[in-house]
């Protein structure tokens, strides 16, 4: 009689434990269990303790529809899952995932800051100071590097008006900038990528409008072709050229502050310049340049730096600031002559590609920024 009292306390006790190892088993694993598929661990218990389809659904929220084998369908089917949900939560796809927006503060002097009759001479004492919102967006055909870009930007100056010459001397200096054209991008992510990869090239349209533009608070719109072409070195360097011409003339007052009537013809310099660009490891860049005028510009010579640091997938800082030294010797004239322009923002890519995986960039995005101050100069 004792030996069968044992018998069943040990009969008791395993099938108590069974249901107890079970229970702390899955524990371990349910946190992991989701609407779609077991994972590896939930599978391993599964085929382990023979749970059924009904069970599975009652402990993991869903079951696998075949318990057998290795568990490799289980871990395909979680590799997968992973994968949907990576898409799902990932990057905007479509027109938006070529699509950046951003915000800078901007100082500049154009020529509308310079200021004649100072003392019995001309001089520029004045610059502009304001904010600038913006957005730019690519689209590539298919698989290829081919798109078509276009963008656009409004900024905001002089917030506390300007020199008491004119009559709307505590107005806000407006300006809009528009850019449309299309592109090539240099594709290195190849294995051995040819010519053709190592190429990017773009031709765009500038447009520029500007309400209370200067000093003499001129109404004007002016427009230039920019063009770029460049080839990769590396993955890391690439070197070429870009420039402007100017496709139309306007009239502004830029001879006399204080004389808005006064008009004279002004456009867009044509510039030439040679850059050279690098992309650090981490998806950064910087690009570097040079550039001459034609003779009957103001301008002789100037140089340039752009610069971007992602901070993350979506968001980017950026600054690029130019220099532009005057063709008159220094003085009067040549101080009315001098031009810069510098510019510090943030901006919010929509297809999560702020940081650049190689010098010749992302194709989805666009390859030219929009027109600025920097690269949209003006002469009479």
């Known amino acids: 009689m004792n030996s069968i009292l044992a018998a069943a306390g040990r009969y008791a006790a395993a099938g108590m434990a069974r249901p107890l190892v079970v229970t702390i088993a899955l524990s371990g694993v349910i946190d992991a269990a989701n609407a779609a598929t077991l994972t590896p661990e939930q599978q391993a218990v599964v085929e382990k ?46 027109f938006l995932s070529g699509t950046y927006v951003w915000a800078s503060a901007d100082a500049y002097k154009s020529l509308g800051e310079r200021i004649t009759n100072i003392n019995g001479g001309t001089g520029a004492l004045t610059g502009s100071f304001g904010g600038v919102a913006g957005f730019n967006s690519g689209l590539s055909f298919g698989e290829s590097t081919f798109g078509v870009q276009a963008g656009a930007s409004i900024g905001i100056y002089d917030f506390k008006g300007r020199l008491r010459i004119v009559p709307d001397a505590t107005a806000l200096e407006r300006q809009v900038f528009y850019t449309a054209g299309f592109y090539k991008r240099g594709d290195m992510s190849t294995e051995n990528p040819s010519i053709a990869d190592r190429l990017s090239l ?28 460049g080839v990769a070195l590396s993955e890391s ?3 070429g050229v870009w420039g402007t011409y100017g496709v139309n003339t306007d009239r502004a007052a830029v001879t006399v502050a204080g004389a808005p ?17 690098h992309n650090f490891d981490f998806g950064g860049e910087v690009m570097a340049y040079y550039g001459i005028f034609d003779d009957e510009d103001i301008a002789k010579w ?10 993350s997938d979506n968001w980017s800082t950026f ?26 923002g943030i ?8 940081a650049s995986k190689s010098v010749t960039g992302n194709k989805e995005l666009p390859l030219l920024d929009v027109a600025s101050n920097r690269s949209f100069l003006i002469t009479d």
Do not use: C, H
């Open 261 to 277: 009537s006064l008009l004279t013809t002004i456009r867009a310099m044509n510039q030439k310049n040679v850059y050279v660009k």
């Open 347 to 354: 901006a919010y890519y929509f297809g999560g590609n702020a």
């Open 202 to 229: 773009g031709v765009v349209y500038d447009g520029f409008q500007a309400e209370r533009w200067g000093v003499n608070a001129s109404d004007i719109s002016l427009g230039q072709v920019r063009g770029t072409l």
């Open 237 to 239: 360097t690439e070197v």
């Open 49 to 94: 303790y023979n749970i059924s389809e009904a069970d599975q659904q009652k402990l993991f929220g869903t079951a696998v529809a075949n318990t057998s084998g290795s568990g490799t369908q289980a871990k395909e089917a979680s590799r997968q899952q992973q994968a949907s949900s990576e898409t799902s939560d990932g990057p905007v796809a479509g």
């Open 302 to 311: 100037q140089f340039g730096v752009v610069g971007k640091v992602p901070l």
């Open 319 to 344: 600054a690029s600031a130019n220099y532009v030294a005057p063709r008159t010797p220094s003085g009067p004239l040549g101080s009315g002559q001098e031009q810069f322009n510098a510019s510090v």
